[in-house]
């Protein structure tokens, strides 16, 4: 089976739209969603509406728990607390429903596992495997863990990267960023597709990737939406906050076309 992996979609209609009419383009099977479908952007009920009707297996973010009210957004930045207590009000009750309902972690097979965040201590959606020390602990929980596997997608970072075990040490497998495509060999392997809705490594295109089951091929892509629709939708609302710069210029770039 091909797997469309998505993670981060964060309310972005735009992008969500734009990755699933590429599904079709590369014969996806199914499509498995890492979790935040909602929070910083506009489109909540959307965007669970659409993953839901394209029977995307997911499992549940920090934003999509603190959404329903599960956990509080107190670790929060600002800007992602207001999206959660925006998105609180904007959200449909079925929607509530369905995100209440998710865990952080999921099977595919015995040999796959999807988690929003981390494996360590025990699957979570909250510790950003983003230094040395917490990829080791992950891949501690994934090699000799009560679930372990060979392969686990994560989501949470925002950055498409892949990380590779072997007997004795993790690296990732590009300096910065993703090679194209990789087969994942007999090593043991955590893979970030990168975030729809909101990536944080410099392009804005929305990232994922599509994994094949069989053969363990992941190639990875980018496309590119309508981002200014998206970001005008967001600003009404009051989501983009004002203490980034990033986005204010993002914005008024726009504005001036
Ligand atoms: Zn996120």
């Not at 930045?77 to 509530?96: D, F, N």
Request: with cysteine.
């Amino acid at each position: 089976m091909r797997l469309a992996i998505v993670s981060d979609v964060h309310a972005n209609l735009e992008a969500l739209t734009a990755v699933l009419r590429e599904f079709d383009r590369h014969a996806v099977d199914r499509v498995i969603s890492l979790g935040d479908a909602v929070g910083y952007h506009a489109n909540p009920n959307e965007c669970v509406d659409l993953l839901a009707g394209a029977g995307a297996l997911t499992i549940a973010g920090n934003h999509d728990r603190a959404a329903v009210g599960a956990i509080e957004p107190d670790e929060f930045g600002s800007v992602a607390r207001h999206a959660v207590l925006w998105t609180r009000r904007a959200l449909l009750p079925e929607h509530q429903e369905r995100l209440r309902e998710l865990g952080v972690f999921a099977r595919l097979d015995e040999r796959v596992c999807v988690v929003h965040a981390a494996l360590h201590p025990t699957p979570n959606d909250r510790y950003h495997l983003s230094t040395a020390a917490r990829i080791a602990a992950s891949f501690a929980v994934l090699r000799f863990g009560d679930e372990s596997a060979r392969v686990c997608f994560y989501g949470h970072t925002h950055v498409a990267r892949v990380h590779r075990h072997d007997d004795d040490h993790a690296r990732a497998l590009a300096s910065k960023g993703v090679p194209r495509r990789v087969t994942l060999d007999d090593g043991y392997y955590l893979v970030n597709p990168g975030s729809v809705g909101q990536p944080r490594d410099g392009d804005d295109r929305a990232s994922f990737a599509i994994f094949d089951d069989r053969s363990f091929d992941v190639e990875f892509f980018r496309v590119a939406y309508d981002r200014e629709r998206c970001l005008r939708k967001a600003a009404a609302h009051g989501l983009l906050g004002d203490r980034r710069p990033a986005w204010r210029r993002a914005l008024s770039r726009f504005a001036r076309h």
